[in-house]
């Protein structure tokens, strides 16, 4: 991935995500080198990047963890496409997490991954911080092409734990 395309990536990150949920320029960046971190962009007609798609893929399950698209291209249909393209592609299930819904946006966000075929689960799961100092989020989990159990939950929680959070 060249420098530029990084760069404008780590901006729409930046205007998307609050602190707590996306790691600092360079912590962001080392990522490129794991070999189950994966970005997917999509770009314009005068290549610009205007959406991306932030995956671990792990043999067990992929987990999505982050997707945006500029504010100029929110509501076109880009990240449907974009979230369409990376489902179609995948043999595993899977998990992403959203925020509580007890707010319009957070409903209205997941009614797009309900449109997408996710499901909504309602085990407690809270997303350990991408950044030192910052507090850990209580978010739900949905996962495709159907619910989890808790036990199969656990096995992927305890794989993001210590490979996406670095946690022990």
Not at 68 to 96: N, W
Not at 97 to 104: G, I, K, Q, R, Y
Not at 111 to 123: A, C
Request: aromatic share 14%.
């Amino acid at each position: 991935m060249k420098d530029q395309e990084f760069d404008t990536i780590f901006e729409i990150m930046q205007d998307s995500f609050p602190e707590c949920e996306r790691r600092t320029y360079a912590g962001q960046k080392e990522l490129l080198n794991d070999p189950h971190y994966r970005i997917i962009s999509k770009v314009n007609d005068l290549n610009q990047v205007v959406a991306f798609l932030a995956v671990w893929e792990f043999p067990l399950f992929r987990f999505v963890e982050h997707i945006a698209v500029t504010t100029a291209g929110r509501g076109s249909g880009i990240g449907g496409k974009l979230m369409s393209d990376y489902i179609a592609e995948s043999q595993t299930p899977i998990i992403l997490e959203v925020e509580l819904p007890d707010t319009d946006l957070a409903q209205r966000r997941i009614g797009f991954y309900e449109r997408l075929g996710f499901h909504l689960n309602f085990f407690g799961y809270e997303q350990p911080s991408l950044q030192r100092g910052q507090p850990t989020v209580p978010l739900k989990v949905m996962s495709y092409p159907r619910l989890l159990t808790e036990e199969e939950f656990a096995l992927y929680k305890d794989m993001l734990y210590s490979k996406v959070y670095k946690m022990e």
